[in-house]
Protein backbone atom coordinates (compact mmCIF):
# COMPACT_ATOMS: atom_id res chain seq x y z
CA UNK A 1 0.00 0.00 0.00
CA UNK A 2 1.58 3.72 -0.96
CA UNK A 3 -0.66 6.20 0.33
CA UNK A 4 -3.70 4.14 -0.31
CA UNK A 5 -7.22 5.53 -1.08
CA UNK A 6 -7.76 9.10 -1.37
CA UNK A 7 -8.98 11.99 1.37
CA UNK A 8 -11.79 12.36 0.28
CA UNK A 9 -12.86 8.37 0.00
CA UNK A 10 -11.66 7.58 3.21
CA UNK A 11 -13.73 10.89 4.82
CA UNK A 12 -16.51 9.12 3.02
CA UNK A 13 -16.14 5.35 4.29
CA UNK A 14 -14.95 6.51 7.97
CA UNK A 15 -15.34 9.71 8.99
CA UNK A 16 -11.74 11.08 8.85
CA UNK A 17 -8.95 11.46 6.36
CA UNK A 18 -6.00 9.98 7.13
CA UNK A 19 -4.07 12.63 8.67
CA UNK A 20 -6.38 12.81 10.95
CA UNK A 21 -6.56 9.19 11.55
CA UNK A 22 -2.86 9.28 11.93
CA UNK A 23 -3.44 11.79 14.36
CA UNK A 24 -5.94 10.32 16.92
CA UNK A 25 -3.69 7.10 16.54
CA UNK A 26 -0.60 8.07 17.76
CA UNK A 27 -2.96 10.08 20.47
CA UNK A 28 -3.63 6.87 21.38
CA UNK A 29 -0.69 5.32 21.53
CA UNK A 30 -0.53 3.17 18.44
CA UNK A 31 2.89 3.66 18.14
CA UNK A 32 3.94 1.26 20.50
CA UNK A 33 0.69 -1.17 19.26
CA UNK A 34 1.17 -4.60 17.11
CA UNK A 35 -0.48 -4.04 13.40
CA UNK A 36 -3.63 -6.38 14.83
CA UNK A 37 -4.20 -4.24 17.96
CA UNK A 38 -4.35 -0.96 15.76
CA UNK A 39 -7.02 -2.98 13.57
CA UNK A 40 -8.85 -4.14 16.31
CA UNK A 41 -8.52 -0.44 18.14
CA UNK A 42 -10.28 0.88 15.18
CA UNK A 43 -12.79 -1.05 14.89
CA UNK A 44 -14.18 -1.75 18.25
CA UNK A 45 -13.28 1.86 19.37
CA UNK A 46 -14.30 3.53 16.25
CA UNK A 47 -16.78 1.40 14.40
CA UNK A 48 -14.23 1.13 11.01
CA UNK A 49 -14.59 -1.42 8.48
CA UNK A 50 -12.30 -4.02 9.10
CA UNK A 51 -10.83 -3.14 5.56
CA UNK A 52 -10.74 0.07 6.25
CA UNK A 53 -9.28 -0.24 9.31
CA UNK A 54 -6.54 -2.71 7.85
CA UNK A 55 -5.99 0.73 5.49
CA UNK A 56 -5.32 2.92 7.98
CA UNK A 57 -3.38 1.13 10.25
CA UNK A 58 -0.87 0.27 6.94
CA UNK A 59 -0.95 4.38 6.19
CA UNK A 60 -0.02 4.88 10.16
CA UNK A 61 2.49 2.27 9.79
CA UNK A 62 4.31 3.85 6.71
CA UNK A 63 3.91 7.72 7.99
CA UNK A 64 4.53 7.49 11.53
CA UNK A 65 6.69 3.82 11.97
CA UNK A 66 8.65 3.59 8.78
CA UNK A 67 6.91 0.85 7.45
CA UNK A 68 7.99 0.68 3.85
CA UNK A 69 5.48 0.19 0.65
CA UNK A 70 4.88 -3.46 0.29
CA UNK A 71 6.20 -4.46 3.43
CA UNK A 72 4.06 -6.87 5.85
CA UNK A 73 3.46 -6.52 9.94
CA UNK A 74 6.14 -9.07 10.03
CA UNK A 75 9.02 -7.07 8.44
CA UNK A 76 9.05 -9.27 5.17
CA UNK A 77 7.98 -7.98 1.77
CA UNK A 78 5.13 -9.27 -0.42
CA UNK A 79 3.88 -8.38 -3.77
CA UNK A 80 0.94 -9.27 -5.93
CA UNK A 81 -0.79 -9.32 -9.47
CA UNK A 82 -4.44 -9.85 -10.42
CA UNK A 83 -5.39 -11.28 -14.07
CA UNK A 84 -8.59 -12.41 -15.35
CA UNK A 85 -8.40 -16.11 -16.41
CA UNK A 86 -11.39 -17.38 -18.74
CA UNK A 87 -13.27 -20.05 -17.16
CA UNK A 88 -15.53 -20.30 -14.13
CA UNK A 89 -13.46 -20.13 -10.49
CA UNK A 90 -12.47 -23.44 -9.84
CA UNK A 91 -11.17 -24.02 -13.69
CA UNK A 92 -9.83 -20.72 -14.11
CA UNK A 93 -7.61 -21.13 -10.34
CA UNK A 94 -7.00 -24.77 -12.09
CA UNK A 95 -5.08 -23.16 -15.17
CA UNK A 96 -3.31 -20.93 -13.08
CA UNK A 97 -2.22 -23.75 -10.36
CA UNK A 98 -1.19 -25.91 -13.28
CA UNK A 99 1.64 -23.13 -14.74
CA UNK A 100 2.90 -22.68 -10.98
CA UNK A 101 3.00 -26.31 -10.37
CA UNK A 102 5.20 -26.83 -13.61
CA UNK A 103 8.00 -24.51 -11.87
CA UNK A 104 7.45 -24.90 -8.26
CA UNK A 105 5.91 -28.42 -7.81
CA UNK A 106 3.32 -29.43 -6.04
CA UNK A 107 1.14 -26.99 -4.13
CA UNK A 108 1.60 -28.29 0.04
CA UNK A 109 -2.13 -26.43 0.50
CA UNK A 110 -5.05 -25.65 -0.81
CA UNK A 111 -9.15 -24.88 0.04
CA UNK A 112 -11.21 -24.75 -2.80
CA UNK A 113 -14.37 -25.25 -0.64
CA UNK A 114 -13.55 -21.41 0.45
CA UNK A 115 -15.57 -18.50 -0.40
CA UNK A 116 -12.53 -17.22 -2.10
CA UNK A 117 -10.45 -20.63 -3.58
CA UNK A 118 -6.73 -20.50 -2.87
CA UNK A 119 -4.11 -22.30 -3.40
CA UNK A 120 -0.47 -22.39 -2.10
CA UNK A 121 3.17 -22.90 -1.94
CA UNK A 122 6.23 -22.88 -0.14
CA UNK A 123 8.94 -22.21 -2.22
CA UNK A 124 12.71 -23.69 -1.69
CA UNK A 125 14.04 -20.18 -1.32
CA UNK A 126 11.63 -19.82 1.87
CA UNK A 127 8.86 -17.10 0.21
CA UNK A 128 6.04 -18.52 -0.56
CA UNK A 129 3.81 -18.34 -3.43
CA UNK A 130 -0.56 -17.90 -2.90
CA UNK A 131 -3.57 -18.33 -5.89
CA UNK A 132 -6.62 -17.00 -5.04
CA UNK A 133 -9.52 -16.57 -7.04
CA UNK A 134 -12.05 -13.74 -6.58
CA UNK A 135 -15.84 -13.74 -7.71
CA UNK A 136 -16.24 -14.51 -11.36
CA UNK A 137 -16.99 -12.05 -13.65
CA UNK A 138 -18.63 -12.49 -17.40
CA UNK A 139 -15.11 -12.15 -18.54
CA UNK A 140 -13.55 -15.29 -15.92
CA UNK A 141 -12.12 -15.18 -13.54
CA UNK A 142 -9.32 -12.87 -11.52
CA UNK A 143 -6.84 -14.86 -9.83
CA UNK A 144 -4.61 -13.13 -7.51
CA UNK A 145 -0.91 -14.75 -7.18
CA UNK A 146 0.90 -13.14 -4.32
CA UNK A 147 4.33 -13.62 -3.87
CA UNK A 148 4.83 -13.84 -0.05
CA UNK A 149 7.52 -13.40 2.92
CA UNK A 150 10.27 -11.91 0.69
CA UNK A 151 13.77 -10.88 2.33
CA UNK A 152 13.64 -7.22 1.57
CA UNK A 153 11.91 -4.30 -1.04
CA UNK A 154 14.58 -5.07 -3.71
CA UNK A 155 12.95 -8.85 -4.64
CA UNK A 156 9.57 -7.58 -5.00
CA UNK A 157 11.12 -6.47 -8.36
CA UNK A 158 11.96 -10.02 -9.46
CA UNK A 159 8.75 -11.64 -7.78
CA UNK A 160 6.71 -9.00 -9.73
CA UNK A 161 8.31 -10.09 -12.98
CA UNK A 162 7.74 -13.82 -11.80
CA UNK A 163 4.32 -13.84 -11.57
CA UNK A 164 3.81 -11.86 -14.76
CA UNK A 165 6.15 -14.83 -16.09
CA UNK A 166 3.40 -17.76 -14.67
CA UNK A 167 0.49 -15.65 -15.83
CA UNK A 168 1.78 -15.78 -19.28
CA UNK A 169 2.15 -19.48 -18.96
CA UNK A 170 -1.04 -19.74 -18.02
CA UNK A 171 -3.38 -17.85 -20.06
CA UNK A 172 -0.86 -16.80 -22.74
Given at each position: ???GMGAAATRAATGRDYDEWRDLL???GALEW?????VKWLVAQHGVDHWWAQGITVDFEQDRK???PG????GTFAVSMTRTVPGERLEALATVR????AVHGEAHRANLGASQPVVRWRLRDGTRLVAAAQPQKPSGTPINLMAEKLPDAAAMQTAKAAIA???AAAVG
Amino acid sequence: MDRGMGAAATRAATGRDYDEWRDLLEAAGALEWRHPTTVKWLVAQHGVDHWWAQGITVDFEQDRKGRLPGQQADGTFAVSMTRTVPGERLEALATVRAAVEAVHGEAHRANLGASQPVVRWRLRDGTRLVAAAQPQKPSGTPINLMAEKLPDAAAMQTAKAAIAALFAAAVG
